[in-house]
Nanobody
Framework: QVQVVESGGGLVQPGGSLRLSCTAS????????MGWYRQAPGKQRELVAV???????NYADSVKGRFTISRDNAKNTVYLQMISLKPEDTAVYFC?????????WGQGTQVTVSS
């Protein structure tokens, strides 16, 4: 069982920045993909950004140019750097880790963008 722990959420004003972190147990090299999803109240969970084992990345159109996903293999950690945050970015952000025969989710971290 891969355990996934997120951190870094909080309250930020529009235009501000936050960095989310996600650390997974076990070797990062077991993971074919690590990604961030978010779920706003009354909405379905949606993909925000993903990084695959080869280093390629993919982003939702709504966050392109504002969010950057990266990983630190030595720390088994993936990051989501968010800048120019908007109120519509408000959601619970979940980290997801996929590997051969498994997918694991973190508990989520709240991001609130409000003045």
């Amino acid at each position: 069982q891969v355990q996934v722990v997120e951190s870094g959420g909080g309250l930020v004003q529009p235009g501000g920045s936050l960095r989310l972190s996600c650390t997974a147990s076990g070797s990062i090299f077991r993971f074919s993909a690590m990604g961030w999803y978010r779920q706003a109240p009354g909405k379905q969970r949606e993909l925000v950004a993903v990084i695959i084992s080869g280093g390629s990345t993919n982003y939702a159109d709504s966050v392109k140019g504002r969010f950057t996903i990266s990983r630190d293999n030595a720390k088994n950690t993936v990051y989501l750097q968010m800048i120019s945050l908007k109120p519509e970015d408000t959601a619970v952000y979940f980290c997801n880790v996929k590997g051969l025969g498994f997918t694991s989710w973190g508990q989520g971290t709240q991001v609130t963008v409000s003045s």
